[in-house]
């Protein structure tokens, strides 16, 4: 089977780079620990620990590249020497040769790439662990970065998740959390992430999606897509112009007001998540630069729509609901709110998982982010988790993941950013518009198309329901005006609690106007 080739080249790979020595200390069984001295006899590493673990990521291919991209902006949970060798992994992946990418090119739009643009540079300005991107200028004049998927990416890929696939299944055996952690679920959502990555028109449509969703914002630039050059492994978009957002420094210079960029960001962040269940899930400091321009200066630009999330309502609410608790210290109700959307056992006491919850989170509120790392506070959640048995939601791991890259973009930029006191009114206002008159409001608007369309055929329903009918369908008419007249009382029951609701809501909101 070729995930069993893809093991063995896994261990292979790990011994000559000698990431074993990085976690050897970790291996308890003295058999284990003898058994990789004797294999790595006369083995010898001249290069540093930070260099052979980024090759052996960039040798182990684009699911292992990844990982080390999220790696990297966790600097407080990694030494300063590995953080700033896998930041590279970032942009700077080994690009294949610009031959290669010009005859893709070619074969994705059926015709000679001079006869699209005047000119197209070979050298490319980022490569990734999926594509790399050039730039170009088309035939009209116009300046584009024409992205391209890298080849033979779709093979390694599937025997990567395969070879995960049979990981998670051996975990939800012989562990005992396998059936809590849902790992089988985890990999499925990983599979389909990375599968929707290769199709480079998807990313095209993220980015169109998501650049509407921010046009009133003023804080974020999305490219615009050239639909007429975009296929499923070449992609043409407008060319952006920004610092990369790492180069703190350079920012500073051009006089971008840095604490202000970073809590841009947590707007940007949570505006995506609550407001439209549609956020960018790959932010990570390679896919984010700083306008410096005069028009647009102090603006975020996103790059590499590929990966994105999405929310349902229901996950809306819930996060909002809980994020609100957290800040307002009100633990109670997040292990109420556990109980209730059925993540832990119902039979959990409130009080139990109060206090676990309390003893977690209260040490880390009123301190600057330099003073709280997110990662070990979701270490000691996830270790509380385990005791009450709390089931792992598949459809959140992309947020969670983001959620870091939020706070570590934001330890890089500013340090004494309050990450809960940023977030906190921002959090308020939403669900205040959720629940309160301007959500109803909104429901209200979006639910009127839908009751246009039966209007006018109202008539038509009615005139059919007054004629005669047949033998059986007059009973089965009688039964229903039977059941219609028991069900009465309750109809109008409900209708008055409605009516009293929504005058009860309309006095709530209007009456401080009176006052």
């Known amino acids: 089977m070729r995930y069993l080739a893809r093991l063995v080249f896994i261990c292979i790979t790990v011994l000559r780079y000698g990431l074993d020595e990085l976690a050897l200390s970790s291996f308890r069984q003295r058999p284990v620990r003898l058994l990789v001295r004797v294999i790595t006899i006369g083995r010898t590493l001249e290069s540093p620990r930070a260099d052979r673990l980024r090759l052996a990521l960039e040798r182990l291919g684009p699911i292992f590249v990844k990982f080390g991209q999220v790696l990297s902006t966790r600097r407080d949970l990694l030494p300063p020497d590995l953080a700033e060798e896998l ?17 893709l090119v070619e074969v994705a739009f059926g015709r000679p790439i001079d006869s699209i643009f005047d000119r197209f540079d070979a050298e490319p300005v ?19 970065a024409v992205k391209v998927l890298r080849p033979g990416m779709l093979e390694v890929i599937d025997d990567d998740l395969s070879l995960m ?87 500073r210079e051009a006089g971008v007001d840095i604490p202000k960029l970073a809590r841009d960001g947590v707007t940007i962040f949570f505006t995506q998540v609550f407001r439209d269940g549609f956020f960018h899930a790959d932010m990570h400091p390679g896919n984010i630069q700083v306008s410096i321009a005069a028009d647009t200066h102090g603006r975020y630009i996103a790059l ?26 009100d633990y109670k109700r997040v292990a109420e709110l556990h109980v209730e959307s059925g993540w832990v056992p119902p039979s959990t006491r409130v009080d139990e998982l109060e206090g676990a919850i309390r003893a977690v989170c209260e040490p880390h509120f009123d301190r600057p982010l330099k ?16 005791r009450f048995n709390v089931e792992i939601q598949p459809q959140l791991v ?28 921002f959090l308020e206002r939403w669900m205040d518009e959720q629940v309160g008159w301007a959500g109803f409001v909104e429901r209200l608007k979006n639910e009127a198309p839908r009751y246009v369309q039966l209007l006018p055929e109202l008539p038509r329903l009615l005139h059919h329901a007054l004629q005669p ?44 106007h009176w006052r």
Not at 87 to 103: G, M
Not at 304 to 327: H, M, P, R, S, W
Not at 402 to 415: A, H, I, S
Request: glycine share 6%.
């Open 87 to 103: 930041a590279k992994l970032q942009d700077r992946v080994p690009p294949f040769p610009a031959e290669v990418a010009r005859k």
């Open 304 to 329: 590499d729509f590929g990966i994105v999330g999405t929310l349902t309502e229901f996950d809306k609410e819930y996060l909002a609901q809980n994020f609100i608790a957290f800040f307002r210290r």
């Open 126 to 144: 980022a490569s990734a662990s999926i594509a790399q991107v050039h730039f170009a200028r088309l035939k009209s004049g116009r300046e584009v």
């Open 469 to 512: 009918r047949a033998p059986g369908e007059q009973r089965l008419l009688e039964e229903l005006l039977v059941q219609q007249q028991r069900t009465r009382r309750v109809v109008w029951a409900l209708g008055a609690a409605v009516l009293v609701l929504l005058g009860a809501t309309l006095f709530v909101h209007v009456s401080p």
């Open 165 to 251: 696939r049979t990981l998670a299944r051996w975990i939800e055996r012989l562990s005992a959390d396998g059936k809590r952690l849902k790992p089988r679920e985890v990999v499925a959502e990983f599979d389909k992430y990375l599968h929707d990555e290769l199709d480079l028109v998807r990313e095209a449509a993220n980015a169109a999606h998501l650049r509407r969703n921010m046009q009133g914002l003023d804080l974020v630039l999305v490219p615009e897509m050239i639909w007429d050059l975009c296929t499923p492994s070449v992609i043409v978009m407008e060319r952006m112009n920004g610092v990369p957002i790492s180069q703190v420094q350079r920012l």
């Open 398 to 425: 992309l947020l969670q993941k983001t959620l870091l890259n939020v706070e570590g973009l934001g330890r890089q930029l500013d340090p004494e950013l309050d990450l809960w006191s940023t977030a906190k009114p």
């Open 371 to 386: 003073d709280i790392s997110l990662g070990q506070v979701l270490m000691r959640l996830f270790q509380t988790s385990r």
